[in-house]
């Protein structure tokens, strides 16, 4: 009897299946998780899509047979071969590309100095708005915009050439 299922996924269907009920319970994650990786390449389940969208039927019902979100089931399987490889590949991209968020910017974050307090960010917000912490947007070239605050003492507040705070606790750059 021939499977639907690709080789690898069949095989390790197989393992996790041939697996002695007292084996090792790390052994047992590996294998179900091997098998859930190899169901997740599997062309099996973008025929079985593209099968379910030929035969009308929605990307809610899709969706619900997979577990996913409508949003991401046709962002998964939605389109030509050539559109999705382009979006997995843009995702590649994306997900090993480091931060975008400029590591030398002056002063602390919003969420850093809330850390170093053990307070909440818009415990912060609400002290910058009395004027107990100062802080003032940083806009980059690109247009990026970030709000640094500088508790007392920061150098970087210090050697600004202005540093009131305007009305929104902003210091202008």
Do not use: C
Request: glycine share 6%; no cysteine.
């Amino acid at each position: 009897m021939g499977s639907f299922l690709s080789p690898t996924t069949a095989t390790a269907l197989e393992h996790l299946l041939n697996l002695q009920p007292d084996a090792a319970p790390l052994e047992r994650l590996r294998a179900i998780r091997s098998l859930q990786a190899a169901l997740d390449h599997d062309p099996a389940t973008l025929a079985a899509v593209r099968d379910a969208v030929a035969a009308d039927t929605s990307w809610d019902e899709i969706a619900d047979a997979t577990g996913l979100k409508v949003p991401a089931a046709k962002w998964r399987w939605g389109g030509t071969d050539d559109e999705i490889s382009a979006r997995l590949e843009a995702g590649r991209k994306r997900s090993v590309r480091p931060s975008s968020v400029p590591t030398e910017l002056p002063g602390l974050s919003v969420a850093e100095v809330a850390a170093a307090r053990g307070v909440s960010a818009q415990a912060i917000y609400l002290q910058v708005r009395r004027g107990t912490l100062v802080s003032r947007t940083v806009t980059l070239p690109d247009g990026r915009s970030y709000k640094r605050v500088f508790p007392a003492g920061t150098p970087d507040l210090e050697s600004s050439p202005d540093s009131r705070p305007d009305i929104n606790g902003d210091v202008p750059l």
